[in-house]
């Protein structure tokens, strides 16, 4: 048996960061991976793969340069899934490399194969060559992610019926999509597929797409998907799912049928925990199939740690990493990352992006906070104007009392990155009159911000300042 001071199952954002942490601090650690890739979804088949898709379907549709040079810029004839995709296997690969690297210049042991608990300390390791080989650690790690849910009542074949991860190996660009569920993933792969002039319809059982954004956005996203072709099904129930001579056909209680010539189910995600024999180390999963832990990712059994995916919401590539290194800190009481920071930024790559931070309207109301809201249009903004995105949106809540913000919502061109500056003032406690007093580089997006403040003084004021 092989004694460690740290043992990680996934190599991950979570897992990575976690091992790096502890290594970095001089602590012996060895990486589990099952998989042949390093990287885990985050890498191969979620975060990274959707959005270089995402950059790939902007780049061959000519999306956003459609008018604004007086050229009508339409999807290049004849393009295929190879010229599709050939960009994302390029990148996917040097971020692998990348993770290679991070490990060795740690000093980190890789052991590639499966592994199970065998007690609280000890990680059987099944290679490749069917031999076995026991790890013990002090502390041990789990950050083995997810997987697609797949209920057993939809035909999955990954030809014409696929799940967010058989979707990236799809033969072709199909003529016709259906994509049933309106979350992350299900948005996000409706916006790049329906950018490269495919026919999308979107399913729903929920009355709006995101629900979990500020209700403005969800509607907002909402239009100007409609406005690039998606036709939305929202409040219906999935029925019964058929195998056509042309794809599938999907039957809704409400009578209505879709026919596609491929499907794409995102309805969800799993914990990946199937292999790990959690019982034998006193471990169990909730009803959603993830791992619960307390504020610093430790589980009840105090040797054994879990954070990104497999421990379920916010399942961000940023928020795994953090929780990672958070759960490393407490395990060997280094003074150095005892929390997450209590403001995590949501990213949703669709086109067009959008991000998310703090209170919304409707938590506002929730919490009976009385609020007020600040907006500035790109169309107002002349670096909105010359990106070609006078749709989007840049709105910030803030306290009446006090001017103090409460949250920021954004939708349209870098909507991922304008969040930072925004984030930065809510984690500082600070008010909208920070953003009137900064002086912004002109001509940016970043400039928003002071117009978004200038409204909200005067929607606070009851009538309108002059924005100038």
């Given at each position: ?348 790559y669709t086109i067009p992006e959008i991000s998310a931070v703090g209170e919304s309207e409707e938590s506002c109301k929730e919490k009976k906070i009385e609020y007020e809201v600040g907006r500035a249009r790109y169309a107002n903004n002349a670096r909105g104007l010359i990106a070609g995105d006078p749709a989007g949106l840049l709105k910030l809540i803030f306290r009446r009392a006090d001017r103090q913000l409460l949250g920021v919502h954004i939708i349209g061109e ?55």
């Amino acid at each position: 048996m092989r004694q460690f001071d740290l043992v990680v199952i996934g190599s991950g954002p979570a897992g990575e960061k976690g091992a790096a942490q502890a290594a970095y601090f001089g602590k012996r650690v060895a990486l589990v991976e099952s998989g042949s890739d390093l990287g885990g979804a985050c890498i191969n088949t979620g975060t990274l793969p959707s959005k270089i898709l995402r950059e790939s379907a902007l780049y061959f549709s000519g999306l956003k340069q459609r008018g604004l040079y007086g050229i009508d810029y339409s999807l290049r004839e004849g393009l295929t899934i190879q010229s599709f995709t050939h960009r994302k296997d390029v990148l996917v690969g040097i971020e692998r490399e990348k993770i290679h690297a991070n490990l060795a210049a740690h000093g980190i042991e890789l052991i590639q194969g499966v592994a199970s608990f065998e007690d609280a300390h000890t990680v059987a390791v099944k290679t490749s060559k069917n031999e076995v080989e026991q790890l013990r650690g002090e502390a041990i790690l789990i950050a083995t992610g997810s997987r697609p849910h797949r209920p057993a009542e939809i035909p999955f074949d990954d030809e014409v019926t696929f799940d967010s991860d058989s979707i990236l190996k799809m033969g072709r660009i199909p003529r016709s999509l259906v994509v049933v569920g309106g979350g992350v993933i299900g948005c996000e792969y409706a916006s790049i597929f329906t950018a490269l002039g495919v026919e999308v319809a979107l399913v729903d059982g929920r009355d709006r797409v995101l629900p979990f954004l500020d209700a403005e956005l969800s509607e907002a996203l909402r239009e100007r998907l409609a406005g690039l072709g998606v036709k939305f099904y929202l409040g219906e129930r999935m029925g019964p799912i058929a195998r056509t001579k042309q794809g599938v056909r999907i039957t809704m209680p409400s009578g209505k049928t879709i026919e596609m010539e491929s499907a794409l189910f995102a309805a969800g995600r799993r914990g990946a925990v199937d292999e790990l024999r959690l019982e034998k180390a006193g471990l169990a999963v909730n009803k959603r199939g993830y791992l619960e832990v307390n504020q610093s990712y430790q589980t009840a059994v105090p040797s054994i740690y879990a954070a990104g995916d497999v421990i379920g919401f916010p399942a961000l590539a940023s928020t795994s990493m953090e929780q990672g290194r958070v759960a490393v800190c407490h395990a060997f009481g280094f003074q150095y990352k005892q929390r997450l920071a209590p403001m995590l930024p949501m990213g949703v790559y669709t086109i067009p992006e959008i991000s998310a931070v703090g209170e919304s309207e409707e938590s506002c109301k929730e919490k009976k906070i009385e609020y007020e809201v600040g907006r500035a249009r790109y169309a107002n903004n002349a670096r909105g104007l010359i990106a070609g995105d006078p749709a989007g949106l840049l709105k910030l809540i803030f306290r009446r009392a006090d001017r103090q913000l409460l949250g920021v919502h954004i939708i349209g061109e870098s909507a991922t990155e304008l969040i930072h500056l925004g984030m930065m003032v809510l984690e500082s406690g600070g008010t909208i009159d920070l953003f009137i007093n900064f002086v912004f580089n002109y001509p940016t997006l970043t400039e928003m911000y002071k117009y978004a403040a200038y409204d909200g003084l005067g929607n606070l004021a009851g009538h309108k300042l002059r924005q100038g």
